[in-house]
């Protein structure tokens, strides 16, 4: 395809993607080659908790970028020694392992997982996972997640991955046998349309992982890092996983993720888990700038007020149009169109006049709503009233 003088064949065509190309990003907006602006409720898929090249990030990464970039994963780094120490002060889980993306975090909390059955549980390494969840794009969390679609595709999987129903604990007690060795959830299901797993069904899994010696492990990738209002959607419940992965947010925009573990569960041994880039001080001292702003309570507060301003917006966008209601929490929130216009409304949206809004349509009949943290109140007003004038149209 191309693109003004932009030539797009060198890139595998992994994705339909629309006739435009990015260049610019600065908090809430984005602008295109052709000078175009678009607010963005997407920020690179919940990734930008700050929002598009903010000051924090920029300075951290020049700063870093002067003193020192990689050292190798062989030798300890000042910045990587920082974020790890800190994540683990806020998290309470003492043991972290930094990764540089979600689905390499999650890759690594599955042979924890695995090499703590085969220490402690005889060789069990059945892993209790969701219908509808979603771990990301390698072969073990592909066959991990329950995405539809994917049960076919590059067979033969990665086996030890049954499926449980989401808020259905005797559908988890029925998956148990002397093979499982843990139990891997998403506290709010981001990719299956923003569905949340229930307070209640949380402490039941705790319970239930404590009463049979399995491992609980949360996949926070989407959730982590202040999405929800609180900087761990785990504290919503009430419970203290023994496995847990960060992402997206984490890195505010760059690629960094992280696998954390309680001392019981953190069983690696030298040689057992690495990887070239992992800890490397130009993401994590990133990492630690995000963390500098997000994990203040004052900040998490103002993600709880921003998405309850949002949630009234999307209340009486429902109201008005009949749709079928909204869920989600903090800052992670979907509407329910009640019909399959999703992907209509994602493409009317990106397409108004006279600057765009994206948004994204995770299943035919869903909006999602990923802001950055800070987005603001104003930000939030227009978004929902360009949302309720395309409704009208398309009504
Ligand atoms: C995005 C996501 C992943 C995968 O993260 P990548 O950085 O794309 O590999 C894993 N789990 C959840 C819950 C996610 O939302």
Redesign the pocket.
Known sequence: MKIDHFETDALMDVAARPPLVFVEGRGSWLADHAGRRYLDFVQG?AVNSLGHCPPEITMALATQAQRLISPSPAFFNDAALALAHRLAELSGLPQVFLAS????A?EGAIKLARKWGSLHKGGAHEIVTFADG????TLATMSASGKAGWDRLFEPKVPGFPKARLNDIDSVRALIGPGTVAVML?PIQ??AGVVPATASFMRALRALCDEQGLLLIL?E??TGIGRTGRLFAFEHAGVVPDVLTL??GLGGGVPL?ALLAGRQAACFAHGDQGGTYCGNPLMAAVGSAVLEVVAQPRFLAGVIERGDHLQQHLLRLSATHGLAGERGGGLLRALDLGRPIGAAVVEAARQLLPEGLLLNSPRPNLLRFMPRLNVTFEEIDRMAGQLDALLRQIR
């Open positions: 898929w993306s979600g689905a390499e999650n979603f771990h990301g794009r998403e981001g990719e996949d990738v989407q992402g997206k993720a």
